[in-house]
């Protein structure tokens, strides 16, 4: 699956509905351009604690399977749950994080996990088998 705005505009309102009870309010949704980080979830806080500037962010690197693309952008969701809802503002994969994924894995049959092995990701076309190797390394 090729990653685009509208791809992933999708997806989030998917996952928002099926997974979050659609509370969460659309971020903005970015493309990167990385081999070592498949997605990512940013937010800034002002002064009173109220969230600003949320953002999901997604690898173009990689031709994803429907299953890779949700199991990493529900796990960047429930970074933005957890902190949109104040319960974990710092982002963390701690204990609410993995009891979070848990809850989602169990009843959905996610693969959601803290860390991501690269191994199984298929590099799209045109893109750089060196660089991912290199990534693999370190």
Known sequence: MVIAKHTLLATFYLCNDKYFGGILPCPKLEIMHSYRTLGFFSCEYDLYGGMFNESI?????????????????????????????????????????????????????????????????????GKSNFMFKLCTFF
């Open 57 to 125: 962010k997604m690898s173009d690197n990689y031709d994803y399977t429907e299953a890779q693309l949700t199991n990493i952008f529900v796990h960047e969701m429930i970074h933005y749950y957890l902190a949109y809802m104040r319960i974990d503002t710092r982002c963390t994969h701690g204990k609410e994080f993995k009891k979070m994924a848990t809850e989602l894995n169990s009843k959905y049959g996610l693969g959601i996990t803290s860390t991501i092995d690269l191994t199984p990701y298929k590099i799209k076309e």
